[in-house]
């Protein structure tokens, strides 16, 4: 995956509690990162959205790392809607940090995210709205 093929660009805050004995932030940060640049995704795209009613339930997470992040780096976090399901759909996100040579991939992501229903507790079809606004922002 490479930067250039995602709209969805968000930098992220290394906070000093993400960062473990070793001086680098800590794998288990990352899903965090994803976290938030996913509900900022959302946020953008699927802009009228009661959330509390039709929501998201993270069904699966996947990630590979290639370069430690520091404390002092300069960090962002792509996300893109690789593909959907009926229920379902799978985020791609990478995240990177600035360097000399431009941006270097750090991790690579991959999740499933399940539409649920929290009144009736019930998965649901992805929302057609929701589609058409992915559509449209990723065309």
Known sequence: MEPKDFKHKLPIQIRYKDVDIQGHVNNANHITYFETARVNYFNEVIKHNDWTKTGMILAKTEIDYFEPVFMDDEVFCYTKITSFGTKSFEIS????????????????????????????????????????????YEM
Request: aromatic fraction near 6%; include cysteine.
């Open 93 to 136: 996100n990478i995240i990177t940090k600035s360097s000399p040579r431009g941006e270097i991939n750090c991790a690579e992501g991959k999740s499933v995210i399940v539409c649920f229903n929290y009144e009736i507790k019930q998965t649901v079809e992805i929302p057609t709205e929701w589609k058409e606004a992915v559509n449209k």
